[in-house]
C-alpha cells in the first residue's frame, strides 16, 4: 500500500463526495441527514481555503480514498488559535491507517500555522476514532450526553482536545 497525502483539489471533490455522503446516510460520523450536492461541497470546502484552513487528501492509486481539514472551532475571535479537524476514510478503505496518515499531517499543519488546540468531536460510538486520538495524545475532554438525534436514537459527542507545542 502506497498512500500519497497531498493538499486538496477542486477535481477531488466528486469522490469526497462519494465517502461524506456514504458518512452521512451510514454512519453516526457525521451529524447530517442528508447527502450533500457538489455544489455544497465545493462552497463548504472553499470558506475553508478562503480563511487559510488546509484541506488533505490521502490518494492510493491515483484514487482519493480519505481526506481531512481543520477550521474555525468557535466563530469568537478569542477561539482563534483553537481548530476542530475532521478526518474521514473510505469504507473500503478503513483499517488501513489512512486516517493516521492523515491526523498527522493536520497536526503538522496546525503546528506551522501557530494553532495552540485541536478539538475533535467524535460520536461516543465511534471508538475507533476516539482510540486513534488518543494514541496522538488527544485527552478526552469532555462528554456531550443526548447532543445529536440520528437514526431514531440519541448520540452522545465526546470532545477530544491536543495542546500543541
Request: glycine share 4%; charged share 25%; with cysteine.
Amino acid at each position: 500500500m502506497s498512500i500519497q497525502i497531498r493538499p486538496y483539489l477542486v477535481t477531488d471533490c466528486e469522490a469526497i463526495l462519494e465517502i461524506i455522503n456514504d458518512a452521512i446516510l451510514n454512519t453516526t460520523a457525521l451529524y447530517d441527514y442528508n447527502p450533500r450536492t457538489l455544489t455544497h461541497q465545493k462552497t463548504i470546502f472553499q470558506d475553508k481555503l478562503d480563511k487559510n484552513f488546509p484541506i488533505l487528501v490521502a490518494i492510493e492509486n491515483e484514487t482519493v480514498v480519505g481526506f481531512g481539514y481543520y477550521s474555525e472551532f468557535r466563530f469568537r475571535e478569542a477561539y482563534k488559535f483553537t481548530v476542530e479537524h475532521s478526518v474521514y476514510v473510505h469504507q473500503n478503505h478503513q483499517g488501513k491507517g489512512i486516517g493516521k496518515l492523515l491526523l498527522v499531517e493536520l497536526i503538522e499543519l496546525a503546528k506551522k500555522q501557530n494553532i495552540h488546540t485541536m478539538i475533535g468531536v467524535i460520536d461516543a460510538e465511534n471508538t475507533a476514532s476516539i482510540k486513534l486520538h488518543e494514541k496522538f495524545g488527544f485527552d478526552k475532554v469532555g462528554l456531550i450526553k443526548e447532543s445529536a438525534y440520528k437514526f431514531d436514537r440519541w448520540l452522545h459527542s465526546v470532545f477530544m482536545q491536543l495542546l500543541l507545542k
